[in-house]
């Protein structure tokens, strides 16, 4: 019998019910709180930038920072993403546990948001994908700007080529490596 099984075949008692709410109450905070502490990291990291950059413009400085950046925020989208769908869990599960807050969601937000946290989906992934974007185009900007003090070249210098290509095979290993992980995934849920 699986986990979800066993849940489905017990009524929860009031203590369990208000356990649950509780703990729901504790996933939504923890939500909302780490929301907040990456963004405020990320504006960190932006802000870094942006005094770096009126100083020092060098790709040898930006490119690192930009991508440790990048790979922080892409973090923080996983995180948001996976913590995202365990609050949709709890929330389903108080919702057949708690009639009268089945009722209230569907009351308020009708059928299309019945899960009573439609404002928090595009917080989980919006704000990082905006983020993300905006490294992305940081990270474009550095390697097609002029340098200062060298004459404007219509080509891109080998330097620049080798960097786009070092990150690409990174970017493909980190898709090959997601896809053998989800493939463990499912063999180890079997």
């Given at each position: 019998?699986?986990?979800?099984?066993?849940?489905?075949?017990?009524?929860?008692t009031?203590?369990?019910?208000?356990?649950?709410?509780?703990?729901?109450?504790?996933?939504?905070?923890?939500?909302?709180?780490?929301?907040?502490?990456?963004?405020?990291?990320?504006?960190?990291?932006?802000?870094?930038?942006?005094?770096?950059?009126?100083?020092?413009?060098?790709?040898?400085?930006?490119l690192?920072?930009?991508?440790?950046?990048l790979?922080?925020?892409?973090?923080?989208?996983?995180?948001?993403?996976?913590?995202?769908?365990?609050?949709?869990?709890?929330?389903?599960?108080?919702?057949?546990?708690?009639?009268?807050?089945?009722?209230?969601?569907?009351?308020?937000?009708?059928?299309?948001?019945?899960?009573?946290?439609?404002?928090?989906?595009?917080?989980?992934?919006?704000?990082?994908?905006?983020?993300?974007?905006?490294?992305?185009?940081?990270?474009?900007?550095?390697?097609?700007?002029p340098?200062?003090?060298?004459?404007?070249?219509?080509?891109?210098?080998?330097?620049?080529?080798?960097?786009?290509?070092?990150?690409?095979?990174?970017?493909?290993?980190?898709?090959?490596?997601?896809?053998?992980?989800?493939?463990?995934?499912?063999?180890?849920?079997?």
């Amino acid at each position: 019998m699986k986990p979800n099984e066993l849940h489905e075949n017990l009524i929860a008692t009031p203590d369990e019910i208000n356990r649950l709410w509780q703990h729901g109450l504790h996933e939504e905070r923890l939500f909302h709180d780490r929301l907040n502490y990456f963004s405020v990291l990320e504006m960190g990291f932006l802000t870094i930038c942006g005094i770096l950059y009126n100083k020092e413009s060098a790709l040898g400085l930006f490119l690192p920072l930009t991508a440790v950046a990048l790979v922080f925020t892409l973090l923080w989208l996983a995180i948001q993403m996976r913590h995202w769908r365990y609050c949709l869990h709890v929330n389903n599960r108080i919702k057949e546990l708690v009639p009268e807050y089945r009722r209230t969601v569907l009351a308020f937000d009708g059928p299309r948001h019945s899960n009573g946290l439609s404002i928090s989906e595009p917080l989980a992934m919006g704000v990082p994908l905006l983020f993300a974007m905006t490294w992305v185009a940081f990270l474009v900007w550095i390697f097609v700007r002029p340098i200062a003090g060298e004459p404007v070249q219509q080509f891109p210098s080998v330097e620049r080529v080798l960097l786009i290509a070092v990150v690409s095979v990174l970017v493909w290993i980190m898709v090959k490596l997601r896809r053998i992980e989800q493939r463990l995934r499912q063999v180890s849920d079997r």
